[in-house]
């Protein structure tokens, strides 16, 4: 048996257990008949494993709570489980619904999971109960066999091969990759404004911008009143709602980022919560707490919902303990334990996807950033509850402007002058030139480290288009310098300049599993949407951002930063998260590929 459809985690189709029976609907009274299948999907390894259970109510409709029961055929033992309370007594086991959910209509599916550990045979439980009746239905699962014959002139073979397939995109099904087969959500907020410069543009370039608001972006939420003030996280759940009515599901991506220290190495993004002032705890409770359960709020469940994890903060842990504030969102232990805390509420709802920060390839390129920030983004997945499992990936250069591919640079180590061009000044000996070779690397890194070979990658192709005029079709030059510099689509002064670029554009726009090992592009940070404000202010606004140099367009003197060369940033920028029109209009101008 092997499984078209593996839940994300699934290490091996040798290691998926699915166990169906043939639909029979019992009945115990006239009035309730209860009938009931069982999907039960193990991931597993040499002493443990983790089950996603999916419970299909095919009897009446269940209002006053629900128990599952069975029996484990062997000496597995429940370690932690999600959405249900989990009981055991020796082989017995009993799950509970959630408070939060004690009706099952029927036809309806409630997804639970649990880690054990186990030792010698992991059988699956041979009957499963719900409310005291026996659950005999399975009619989620499709069985296809397909035979072909083989001719050799003195020998015929026949092979058999069967496949188990379950329907794609089953309420509350956790799938290999969410974007597959689903559209974006559009966020009216950021359609209004696009349209409203739009119409005030007018003319073929005001057609360009209308065409941005085709696509989706994410939801920050990058304040706790975030969650409440305006159209609020239940506005944009619900708007998904009303997109996917035509039936097709609706991805929405939700930024989660609030860390104590936010921002860490730098000023733009600074935001609320400090660690010295009780962060972490306020992080947890007035901020995950209340995201989770809006989430979990079973009419969301059919949308695919993707939790964007923490820019910047783990891989600020790598290179940035220099500055006091990471340093104390280091030693304090708060961004491994904000993030964390994140992972275990959000990897507990069935229809949240969650991507975890990787900076880009020329912030951790270097083989001297990119090991320990394994190590550390590793370590921090594998303590959660879920472990390697609590994520469907990771994601790279959010609201940055590293290019996905530099088309005239495919070789880090050509020899140009007799120097590779990795050790060209732009490069600085980083040999991942681009997001896709990056990306691949670390996936592959990842995978060593104990990740699931199914993880996926996303790239932020919302800035790194690098089109326009300028963009160049080819390298030429006798000096590795006069090589890279002729030939490189990334035109910013310095790999280390971030805020508000001038020249970058809009990219690929988002599209489902684009290469191999990447799930998709994705539009995290909205076009338009500032890096920090220009000028200097007075002091953090009310949010607790403030001026950040890297955003002054005359700033020349961050040594680590930028090398001393001009930031590249645009004038007249408000704060960041602000709609800065004219850095959209930039945008627009230089996307590759045009729009
Ligand atoms: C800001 C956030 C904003 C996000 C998207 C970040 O730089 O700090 O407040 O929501 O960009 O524009």
């Known amino acids: 048996m092997s499984a078209t459809k593996l839940a994300r985690g699934g290490a091996a189709a040798a290691a998926l257990t699915l166990c169906s029976g043939l639909l029979i609907l019992a009945s115990t009274s006239a009035n309730a008949a209860p009938g009931c299948s069982v999907d039960y999907r193990v991931n597993q390894w040499d002493t443990g494993f983790t089950a996603n259970v999916t419970l299909n109510n095919l009897g009446d409709a269940i209002s006053g709570g629900w128990t599952l029961e069975w029996d484990f055929p062997g000496n597995q033992k429940i370690t932690n489980g999600w959405s249900a309370t989990f009981a055991q007594s020796g082989q017995h086991v009993s799950a509970k619904n959630p408070s939060w959910s004690p009706t099952l209509p029927t036809g309806a599916s409630a997804t639970i999971g649990f880690n054990a550990s186990y030792s ?9 109960k719900l409310n005291g009746t026996t659950c005999s239905g399975g009619p989620t699962t499709t069985t296809s066999t397909s035979t072909s014959t ?7 073979t026949t092979t058999t091969t069967t496949t188990t397939t379950t329907t794609p995109g089953q309420p509350g099904e956790h799938l290999a990759n969410p974007y597959v087969g689903a559209k974006g959500y559009l966020n009216p907020d950021y359609v209004a404004n696009v349209n409203s410069l739009a119409d005030a543009t007018g003319g073929a370039l005001g057609t360009s911008m209308r065409k941005v608001a085709q696509n989706s972006t994410a939801v920050w939420m990058d304040r706790i009143g975030a969650i409440t003030a305006g159209r609020g996280l239940t506005g944009h759940l619900d708007e998904a709602l009303r997109q996917s009515s035509g039936g097709t599901p609706v991805v929405i991506q939700v930024v989660v980022y609030d860390l104590p220290n936010r921002d860490c190495a730098a000023l733009a993004s600074n935001g609320e919560l400090k660690v010295g002032e009780n962060g972490l705890a306020r992080y947890k409770a007035e901020y995950i707490d209340p995201i989770a359960a809006i989430l979990a709020d079973p009419k969301y469940r059919d949308l695919r919902i993707v939790g964007i994890i923490e820019p910047d903060s783990l891989p600020n842990l790598v290179t940035n303990l220099s500055k006091p504030k990471c340093a104390e969102a280091n030693s304090s232990g708060a961004y491994v334990q904000g993030i964390q805390y994140a992972l275990n509420k959000l990897s507990a709802i069935p229809n949240v996807y969650n991507y975890v920060d990787i900076g880009h390839s020329g912030w951790l390129g270097w083989d001297s950033n990119m090991g320990p920030s394994v190590q550390l983004i590793a370590n921090t997945i594998k303590g959660t509850t879920k472990g390697v499992n609590s994520v469907d990936g990771f994601v790279s250069n959010m609201a940055n402007t590293s290019p996905t591919d530099e088309p005239n640079l495919p070789d880090p180590n050509l020899n140009v002058g007799s120097q590779q061009l990795r050790s060209a000044t732009f490069y600085q000996w980083n040999p991942y030139f681009d997001e896709a070779d990056f990306g691949t690397e670390m996936r592959n890194r990842f995978i060593s480290a104990g990740f699931p070979s199914g993880i996926g990658m996303l790239i932020d192709t919302s800035r790194n288009g690098w089109g326009g005029p300028n963009r160049p079709t080819g390298a030429s030059g006798s000096t590795v310098d006069a090589y890279v ?8 002064l310095h790999r280390g300049n971030w805020c508000n670029q001038a020249g970058s554009g809009i990219g690929e726009r988002p599209t489902a599993a684009p290469r191999a090992g990447f799930d998709a ?25 403030q001026h950040d140099p890297m955003c002054d367009p005359a700033f020349r003197g961050d040594e680590q930063a930028n090398g001393r060369n001009l930031t590249g940033a645009m004038a007249g920028a408000p704060h960041a998260g602000s709609w800065f029109p004219a850095g959209f209009t930039s945008l627009v101008q230089n996307a590759y590929p045009a729009l």
């Open 120 to 128: 010698g045979a992991n059988a699956t439980p041979p009957s499963f």
């Open 150 to 156: 083989s001719t050799s002139t003195s020998t015929s």
């Open 485 to 492: 510099n002729s030939g490189r689509i990334d035109r910013k």
């Open 521 to 545: 592009y994705v539009w995290i940070k909205p076009p338009g949407e500032s890096d920090g404000i220009a000028t200097k202010t007075d002091g953090p606004n009310e949010e607790g951002k």
